[in-house]
């Protein structure tokens, strides 16, 4: 499985709060769960090179096919801007050097999965080391299609993830584009991550679906327990740990705060609409 980015230094970690990076603005209230990413086996049973390079070629339509609708759907879910998102991922997927280098892996004596994880790696690896912060989510980026084309050579179909019924706060290593563009509203409170920045393509993706969260909060989160109660605010960069009851009648008048904002902000788009009608 291909390697997270590199934790951020940025967390500041007590027995009861975790300070990290403000990532989408609000605040959520409920248990967290630890978000288990589908493992991805490769298998490493090797055909002969012309048909481990068939198998490639053919994963790799059926992924582009794939992208391609859910960049209409976050088209019409979302907007244009974040469907850019899987522009880029398409890009990435017909980047000719990482399909070169997948190819001499396979010639190499690699089957169609290693030859290709190893290529997408080298490549995402090499942007992460370079600790620029636009260079890293370009990483994640090759991660997330990289998975897309191991999946389909696997022949799984699963791409969300597994949530319980009530409503959580997901806890995570990272959070993919594709992994984010997937989750519900109604199962999910919001997210908190350990690694990541604001400026990435997750923390965009959060924004535009309005999901309170924060990111780059170091490995100390992915210790808590499932079921933990925790407070965490988005506006601030916080995640509160089992909080006592003065702390949640803080944070449900935040909450309160924020949908009285956004239904103003919603009614003063009405009118501006209206005006612009009218002229």
């Known amino acids: 499985t291909p390697k997270p980015a590199p934790v951020q230094p940025t967390a500041v970690v007590s027995d009861k709060s975790i300070r990290a990076i403000p990532a989408s603005a609000g605040v959520a209230i409920g248990p967290l769960f630890q978000f288990q990413p589908v ?4 298998d490493d049973t090797v055909g002969d090179p012309a048909t481990e390079k068939a198998r490639l070629h053919k994963a790799i339509t059926v992924a582009r096919t794939e992208l391609t609708e859910v960049h209409q759907q976050v088209t019409q879910r979302i907007g244009p801007e974040e469907a ?6 398409l890009e990435i997927l017909d980047d000719p050097d990482l399909l070169d280098a997948a190819v001499t892996n396979i010639n190499g004596g690699k089957n169609a999965g290693q030859g290709w994880l190893a290529a997408v790696e080298t490549n995402a690896d090499t942007l992460a080391q370079l600790q ?3 260079l890293a989510a370009r990483a994640v980026d090759i991660r997330d299609v990289g998975n897309r084309v191991l999946r389909v050579l696997n022949g799984s179909t699963q791409t969300g993830p597994t949530l319980p019924d009530e409503p959580v706060i997901l806890i995570a290593t990272d959070l993919t584009p594709s992994d984010t563009v997937t989750l519900d509203p109604n199962k999910v409170l919001g997210f908190c991550t ?11 993706l959060a924004r535009a679906l309005g999901l309170p969260a924060i990111v780059g909060a170091g490995d100390t989160v992915l210790t808590l327990a499932n079921g933990t109660p925790i407070i965490l605010n988005g506006d601030t960069g916080t995640l509160a740990i089992d909080p006592d009851e003065a702390m949640l009648a803080k944070a449900k008048n935040i909450q309160q705060e924020h949908k009285t904002r956004t239904a103003a ?3 003063d788009q009405q009118v501006a609409t209206a005006i612009a009608v009218e002229v």
């Open 265 to 267: 902000e919603l009614a």
């Open 84 to 89: 850019a998102i899987f522009e880029a991922h």
């Open 132 to 134: 620029d912060e636009l």
């Open 39 to 42: 493992k991805i086996t490769v």
């Open 194 to 204: 350990a690694t990541g920045g604001a400026n990435g393509h997750t923390a965009i």
